[in-house]
Each structure stands twice: as C-alpha cells, then as structure tokens.
C-alpha cells in the first residue's frame, strides 16, 4: 500500500523529532488510549481523479493479507482503475521485515496518535474555534513518511491539528503549503496537502482514521503534473472482545 503515494505512510510513518509542549487540549487529544482490537475486516475505497474502487481486507489464515474487489466487477475495470487496484494488492517492500517485528497496539497501528507528537515540532499556536473545532497550528519538524525531508521542503510547510470539543479527540490533523516552493532546483511545487481526518469508534472508545486526502500539484523539467488521491475507510468489523487479541492488523490497517 505504500506504493500509493507518500501519503499512505502518514498513520504509521512518522519522523521522530524533540516533543513539544503542547497545550494541554491538544496534549489530552493526542494521549487518547484505544482499546486494542483484533480486526476481522476493513471496508476501503480509492479514488486517483475521477478513478476509483472499493474493496476489503481480511486477515489471511496463514497469515498475511486478502483482498477482495467489491466495485467495480473485475472485468469491468477501465485502466486507471485496475492501476488502483493492482498497487493496493502490491506488498510493502519493508512487510517481510515488519512481520518479525515487535507488535505495537491497536491505538498506534491505527491512529499514530502518539508518532505525531514527533512531527509538531516545539511552535504551536492556537487558532481558535474553526467549524466547531479547536484548531492549532505548527511548524512541522519533520515530513510524513520520509527519514529525511529536504530543508526547502519543510521550511516551506505548515501544520494544523484539530480536537473536537464534545469528546476531547483528534478530528484532523493536515501539512499545506501556503505559497509555491521549489524542493530542489529541477521542480517546483504549486499545491501541496496532505489531509487525515478521524472519526469516534464506539468498538475502541476513541478516533480512528476515516478518510486521508493528498494533492499534488507543481511542474518538473518544464512539465506539469497534477496528483490528487482520497484513501476512505469505510467499515471496520472487529472480533469480539472474549477473542484473543491481536494488534496485527494486516496490511489495510496502515490505510486511514
């Protein structure tokens, strides 16, 4: 799934940086516990565009990850489909490595509550009420996904993370870029934002991701491109409580 685009990594694929002192409302958000779930089916949809399809992840017996199409039928996929499709079915380079390693919790596989800390970085601002939410703005000290982000890269981003007030949980969190940058001197970057948005998941008492949204527009050797991606989650069936539980999620886990 990482094969998507930058933006899949995002939930669990944070950059570590030095905490910050976070108000605490934010700090209370991002402190949330979940109850640790083993999961027995996701329900996704992927849209590129205009392009999209919607499929399930189920834990394989033998260990791994199954995926069923669900719309459109097989044969009735046009060629920007079967692309969504075939690199969602691809495997992470890193999975045979990821499968030896320690299991995290079901909290941290699922939200990356605790991993964002690491990206807010120490300039935290309080924007007031936005929509209903408390909204806070950061100086991002790290990218999504990347060990490494370039200087022009991150001097050129922002952050905003929201807490809904009615239940003290995460609602967004979001990295833009207010104006153009150039990342290197072979391209520049006109619209950039990376969007992951949560909901209350009454089986784990807390948020969950629902829907990440990622565009990407800017010209390179003197070509334009244009990217734009929506990852949805759209159900979740999860095991009963009296079943033993695991936090192996499979690999639609690591998908909002």
Not at 144 to 167: I, Y
Request: hydrophobic share 40%; aromatic share 6%.
């Amino acid at each position: 799934m990482r094969r998507l685009c930058l933006a899949v990594a995002i939930v669990i694929g944070f950059t570590p940086a030095v905490m910050a002192q976070l108000p605490p409302m934010l700090d209370a958000a991002l402190s949330i516990e979940t109850e640790p779930r083993k999961v027995e089916r996701i329900e996704m949809r992927i849209t590129k565009g205009e392009d999209s399809v919607r499929f399930e992840t189920r834990p394989a017996p033998d260990s791994g990850t199954t995926y069923t199409l669900l719309e459109p039928a097989e044969d009735a996929l046009n060629e920007a489909q079967r692309e969504i499709w075939e690199d969602a079915r691809a495997p992470d380079e890193d999975e045979a490595a990821e499968e030896g390693a320690e299991e995290e919790s079901a909290s941290l596989s699922l939200t990356g509550l605790a991993a964002l800390r690491g990206v807010i970085g120490t300039q935290v601002s309080e924007l007031g009420l936005q929509d209903g939410l408390h909204v806070f703005g950061f100086t991002p000290a790290g990218l999504p996904g990347s060990d490494e982000t370039p200087r022009a890269m991150l001097e050129a981003l922002s952050g905003e993370v929201a807490v809904d007030p009615e239940t003290g949980a995460l609602a967004f969190f979001r990295f833009f870029a207010e104006d153009s940058f150039k990342p290197n001197i072979a391209a520049r970057i006109d619209d950039f934002e990376i969007r992951q948005s949560f909901i209350h998941d009454p089986e784990l008492g807390g948020p969950r991701p629902s829907v990440m949204t990622m565009s990407l527009s800017g010209s390179a050797a003197f070509q334009r491109f244009e990217q734009s991606m929506k990852m949805e989650t759209l159900h979740i069936d999860w095991a009963p409580i009296g079943e033993a539980q695991s936090a192996d999620l499979g690999a639609g886990a690591e998908s909002p």
